[in-house]
């Protein structure tokens, strides 16, 4: 959207200066949806023109519009095309104006803005065919619709063209990417061939896709490009609780996945998705998840507390009490955090090239991604964007590295 509204003229601004503010909501956790509709509401006391976008529009459209009295417009994720139209006709003296489409435009030929220059990101596919009884996000993204490889390829040239070194390929599930019998093994190999020096990221694998494409996506994977990064949720490691998501796998799917990911890449970095209290699950169901994490030992885990989403299967489950849920997640979270100190501590030593991609958050320090997509906390009182240097990794936190900046390299 912002690339669209800059290519007609219109300019970016701070929250204080501008006349319309655009809100890319998310609504897959009942937090965030709490979250996004106390920012709402403290915007909706500004005199701008509010425009409320992304999911939660799709997803609890009845509340934004009983709570949220003055907002200007709402669009879904498929009409993000639209803001240009939008913001005309709200110019042009519309009160309320609402887009929603089921038919996304192909995403990755629409002008971006970087707001990173180092990273660009390109989202490869809309929506998912699966039916996960506790999502809503599909609710809000419709059924799959692959984006064309070319179309993909072309959006990663223009982002190395202007200078980008990483890019992220995304969608909701990237492992079920298939454009007219194109994969995304082959696309990841096409993306590969642009002569350019960058990384790729590649974004979330549901492994019930993933194992469908594994021998030839791992053996794309070697490709020096390529982030030896994989995100796959395994979302709990109970085959009961499994099932009752309909995930539509087993943990044995999964482990297997991973297995052979980390024979071909020892040093890879995991990460995953847990759901934490999901109706039902006992402290069996629990405990085989938590074994799994012992065992497996992910670098990065993200919890999710389950609370039941508007009209998903698993709100009409037997729902357990808060406590039980937060007992658990905290429990989970600490052993996170030892797993994940533990993982990390094996780097330190290890000397090697970073790609450093963003500021740190303290003046004078710089977040380096190593070839397995570790960030690495570098200090330099020089500019680093952008730049790849040489670091020998000197101290290990649980969720980064801290690296001493030996060179910059060639
Ligand atoms: S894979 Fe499941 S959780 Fe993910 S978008 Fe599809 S239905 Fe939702």
Redesign the pocket.
């Known amino acids: 959207m912002a690339g669209l509204l800059k290519r007609e003229g219109y300019k970016l601004s701070n929250l204080k200066d501008a006349e319309c503010v655009i809100v890319n909501t998310c609504g897959v956790k009942s937090v965030t949806e709490e979250r996004v509709i106390n920012f709402l509401k403290s915007l909706s006391k500004l005199n701008k023109k509010l425009i409320i976008a992304g999911c939660l529009p799709k997803i609890n459209f009845q509340r934004i519009k009983k709570e949220i009295l003055n907002f200007a417009a709402m669009l879904d994720p498929q009409s993000i095309d639209k803001i240009v139209e939008v913001i005309r006709k709200l110019e042009n003296g519309c009160e309320k104006v609402i887009e929603f489409s089921d038919t996304p435009p192909i995403k990755p030929s629409l002008p971006k803005n970087l707001f990173n220059s180092v990273v660009g990101i390109t989202q490869i596919s809309e929506g998912?065919n699966?039916?996960?009884s506790?999502?809503c996000?599909?609710f809000a993204?419709g059924r799959l619709k692959c984006f064309p490889m070319k179309e993909v390829v072309e959006c990663v040239k223009r982002f190395t063209n202007k200078g980008c070194k990483e890019i992220h390929i995304t969608s909701?599930?990237n492992s079920s990417y298939n454009f007219n019998g194109t994969k995304l093994p082959q696309l990841l190999n096409e993306i590969c061939k642009i002569e350019e020096r960058f990384f790729i990221r590649v974004g979330m694998l549901?492994p019930l896709y993933t194992k469908d494409i594994l021998d030839e996506l791992i053996e794309c994977y070697k490709n020096e490009k390529i982030f030896k990064f994989l995100h796959l949720p395994i979302q709990s490691f109970s085959p009961r609780i499994l099932s009752l998501m309909k995930?539509g796998y087993q943990p044995n799917v999964a482990l297997d996945i991973i297995n052979k990911f980390y024979k071909a890449f020892p040093d890879l970095t995991l990460s995953t998705d847990i759901i934490v209290g999901f109706p039902t699950e006992d402290d069996s169901d629990f405990e085989e998840t938590i074994k799994f994490v012992e065992q497996i030992k992910p670098d990065v885990i993200n919890i999710s507390r389950f609370r039941a989403r508007p009209g998903t299967e698993a709100k009409k489950l037997k729902q357990h009490s808060p406590n039980i849920v937060n007992k658990r997640s905290k429990e989970l979270f600490e052993l996170t955090r030892r797993v994940s100190l533990e993982k990390n501590q094996r780097w330190l030593g290890w000397q090697g090239e970073c790609l450093i991609d963003e500021r740190g958050t303290k003046k004078d320090t710089w977040m380096g991604r190593n070839f397995t997509y570790k960030p690495v906390v570098v200090y330099s009182t020089r500019n680093l964007l952008g730049k790849f240097v040489n670091v020998e990794i000197i101290e290990a936190r649980s969720n980064y590295l801290i690296g001493r900046l030996i060179s910059e390299s060639k």
Do not use: G, P, S, V
Request: glycine share 0%; hydrophobic share 15%; net charge positive.
């Open positions: 998912c699966l039916a996960c506790y999502c996000t599909r993204r909701q599930d549901n995930r």
